[in-house]
């Protein structure tokens, strides 16, 4: 067995999306080689209703899947294929936009006005980019919770581990989507398949995940650290890209920790991006957009002639 190398270590940064939306982003629009095939991670955590209930109105998508993991608080959607739907606590919607798709998410809060959730996009490989859009919708109560022996807490949203499979399907990457949690002071080994990428983010409480070279704590900052004494523990909304290796050691800190654990197999294939559009090639994006000015864009998400 060989211990995963730390390749970098972050802190998620504030941004706005939406319409006005106050979240971190973890990683995205940048550096696409490092975690192809994922190519965006963003938290949005709230306690303050006029910091996120403008949302994320009307948008395109194209090219792409996005995975919406919701905390605290609610997430209602509707696309232009007529869907509609509200995720909570503990729910997950997978969307594989494909060829096409117009949709709207708008955050409300839990009684106490928090909000809480991520969202991660899911690059689709070149022969699926035109695929019919799907959703996949699941509920908290079938997503399948594994508890060890030590405490250590695993939801299994997609992907077969500790020989459990989660719920979500027929994605082309084959990812897997964990959140984990480890109880205060535990050391935990988990096993990640060699030929992934894979990457950790913590979003609650503290801890140190090893280096091949030796133990290394959760980040403070991006740059220098490596030059200066060991890093203290830190706080959560720190992002750690793994090496190759086929397992990952986290030691947990005085109040535990729990991080999202996501791998998948990297797609290798050119990505020409653009906001909401993730195409193969700048060709490519510019029809996408030129359908979109010309109000093409949903006819040819639904196959029909685009008129020229």
């Known amino acids: 067995m060989s211990l995963r190398p730390i390749r970098r270590l972050v802190r998620a940064k504030p941004t706005l999306e939406g319409a006005g939306v106050h979240l971190r982003r973890a990683f995205g629009f940048g550096a696409t080689s490092d975690f192809d095939p994922f ?29 919406t993991y919701v905390l605290a608080g609610t997430v209602e959607h509707g696309d232009s294929m007529g869907n509609n739907g509200v995720i909570s ?19 409300k809060g839990d009684a106490a006005g928090r909000m809480h959730g991520f969202q991660l996009w899911a690059n689709l490989p070149a022969a699926l980019k035109m695929t019919a859009p799907r959703y996949q919708e699941v509920k908290a109560g079938d997503i399948p919770l594994v508890t060890d022996d030590d405490g250590t807490e695993v939801r299994i949203v997609c992907g077969n581990f500790w ?31 060699t030929t992934r990428h894979a990457f950790a983010y913590v979003f609650s409480g503290s801890g140190k995940f090893c280096n091949a070279s030796g133990p290394l704590a959760v980040p403070t900052e991006s740059v220098g650290w490596l030059d200066t004494h060991p890093p203290a523990e830190a706080e959560n ?69 685009s008129g020229g």
């Open 163 to 193: 020989g459990r499979n989660g719920p979500v399907d027929g994605i082309a990457a084959d990812p897997v989507y964990l959140d984990v949690s480890v109880p205060p002071g535990r050391r935990k080994t988990l096993p990640v398949e």
């Open 39 to 67: 190519l965006l991670l963003d938290d949005f955590r709230n306690d303050n209703p006029s910091d996120y209930l403008a949302g994320f109105p009307w948008h395109p998508h194209r090219g792409i899947e996005t995975v």
């Open 89 to 107: 606590s503990g729910d997950v919607q997978w969307m594989t936009a494909g060829r096409g798709i117009i949709h709207q998410e708008m955050p």
């Open 237 to 305: 909304r720190s992002l750690i890209l793994f090496d190759r290796g086929d397992e990952v050691e986290v030691l947990a800190g005085p109040d535990g920790i729990r991080f999202l654990l996501v791998s998948g197999r990297p797609l290798q294939e050119p990505v020409a991006w653009y906001g909401p559009i993730v195409m193969n090639t700048q060709e490519q994006l510019r029809q996408a957009f030129d359908e979109l000015d010309r109000g093409t864009f949903l006819e040819v998400a639904r196959g029909e002639t």
